[in-house]
């Protein structure tokens, strides 16, 4: 980042801010989660099924968040859960960055056929509910961490593709094209040194809130039991499993909803902030 | 005689936009002999900006049809060569100085990748070599404490260092031929004369062949000795600019000499030409000047006058010429 990249005080940077460390504490708990989970996420305990939040009457320091139905700790399930949560995100926002910005970038710049084809690739796409297209994907090839990525950049990558696209559209008939251009510089150069990195703010601010909407579909999948599979615990399979009991223990399904909607929420506040920020010709 | 740097021949351009052709060229012929400065004038949409940009095909050609009896570049057949041949000959044959040094510049790359982007590609620079490169010519173009600049971005920089930083781009690889299409018309008027000069300068010191794009007919009394008048997509006068200035041929040259800004002359004295210019959509088949000209004919409005020689190394496409007439 460069020197000029300072924060003014202000409502916005304010926002941002606060979104950043949202996601940052995220990204910290699913980094370290073995070490400041306090208990193990799987560890069932029989004697301590249903255990409220410490600040209700029954609930206990050993269990901040409480217990869930077979008595594991929710705190330390949704704090495992980040694992899961984020790094589906963060794969499915380079998966899909990177399909859809070169998409994009092609079909922006070359025009023609090539645009016309990709548009109603891209048109196609988005006519098609995402999700229908997930469940039919996962229950037909199997869910697991990539399988649910790719699903994943395959609803993503359009999102990307259109941006990019329009960004690249406008930047291409810019005079400092024209003057690289000029001086014989090669398309594939131009591509990449020129056009590339004037559509990296729109990249940036897509991926910032396309990380939030992969992380709800994520727990979307997994709540619909399609996700990511394996003994962690994840979001989404933590809203279904806590489903049953939403009358009785609240605490089963509202922590790790909590959990997402504060990461979603980190997240799109970041992108806002990004968009503002990430533009040279806005900033200072 | 020596080879041309730059020979048209016939030039037309045509844009298809939506169905309606615009005809933005309509035959232009222009010769250039190796480091012989030549000013372009006309107004808004007569061409002159499309017909220099044709030149290196730097028109998006699914838009523009481009077509001429000649378009040599430097010997080079330009509408033949592929487009790996075309980026060989941009830059150390002909290289662009562009109106608006504000959106010239790209404003996510610093300043010193952006001038020596020609450079890395013709040369294969690295990095080091191309940023010591890039001090350099800063340097060459007036720009105080290169070493400070070529690590900036552009938004950090004024326009007219901005347009210095433009020039040093153009410059990187001396081009036989230097187009510069109204490099001054964004600027502060103080700011001008020194681009103008600077340009001037190295054109000298380097000897190469320059075109100036321009509707300031001022200006051109300055830095050309030879300047082309275009109207509607052609050339209508072609002229020493000593000639061109005290004695034009052609009714529209007239009109734009009458029409310049002076200061000796008061403003409600100075004579616009009647009229608009010709709509670029319609073909003509007349002098395109008619309708808007005191002395034509029923001739003038049915033929197209031709460039024909006047005498005084004079080109002029008019039937009746105010001076050298035939």
Known sequence: MSPRFRLRPGRRDTLGLIGATILLLAAGCALLAPWIAPHDPTAVSLLARMKPPMWIDGGSLAHPLGTDNLGRDILSRVIWGSRISLAVGVAAVIVGASIGSTIGIVAGYFGGWIDNILSVVINAQLSFPFILLAIFLLATFGGGFWPVVFVLALGAWVNYARVVRGMVMSVKNQDYVHAAISVGVPTARILRTTVLPNTLSPIVVVASFSMAQAILAEAALSFLGVGVDGSNPSWGVMLNDGRAYLQTAWWLTAMPGLAIALTVLGGNLCGDWLQDRFNPRIGN | ?326
């Open chain 2, 1 to 326: 005689m020596s080879a041309s740097i730059l020979d048209i021949e016939d030039l037309h351009v045509t844009f298809r936009q939506g169905g309606r052709s615009i005809h933005a060229v309509r035959g232009v012929s222009l010769r250039l002999q190796p480091g012989e400065v030549v000013g372009v004038v006309g107004e808004s949409g007569s061409g002159k900006s499309v017909a220099m940009m044709s030149v290196a095909r730097l028109l998006d050609e699914k838009q523009a049809g481009i077509r001429a009896d000649r378009l040599d570049l430097d010997g080079q057949p330009v509408l033949g060569l592929r487009k790996r041949q075309l980026e060989a000959l941009r830059g150390p044959t002909v290289s662009y100085i562009f109106q608006d040094p504000l959106s010239s510049l790209n404003p996510v790359l610093t300043v010193g990748r952006q001038v020596t982007e020609g450079l890395r590609r013709h040369r294969g620079l690295d990095r080091a070599e191309a940023r010591t490169v890039a001090i350099d010519l800063l340097r060459q173009v007036g720009i105080p404490s290169p070493e400070l600049r070529v690590n900036q971005h552009p938004h950090e920089a004024s326009g007219g260092m901005r347009q210095r930083m433009m020039i040093a781009m153009a410059l990187a690889l001396r081009p036989k031929l230097l187009i510069a299409d109204e490099p001054t018309t964004a600027l502060d008027v103080t700011v001008q004369a020194d681009i103008i000069r600077l340009v001037q300068g190295i054109q000298r010191e380097v000897g190469m062949a320059m075109i100036w794009v321009t509707h300031d007919l001022a200006l051109l009394a300055r830095v050309a000795r030879r300047v082309v008048v275009m109207y509607g997509g052609r050339i209508v006068e072609d002229a020493p600019s000593s000639v061109l200035y005290s004695a034009p041929a052609h009714p529209y040259t007239r009109g734009l000499l009458d029409s310049t800004s002076r200061f000796d002359v008061p403003f409600r004295q100075q004579t616009p030409i009647p009229g608009t210019p010709p709509d670029p959509a319609q073909r003509i088949e007349a002098c395109a000047f008619a309708p808007r000209c005191p002395r034509a004919t029923d001739l003038c409005r049915s033929r197209i006058p031709p460039l024909e020689d006047r005498g005084q190394d004079r080109r002029a496409a008019c039937f009746h010429p105010l001076t050298g007439g035939a």
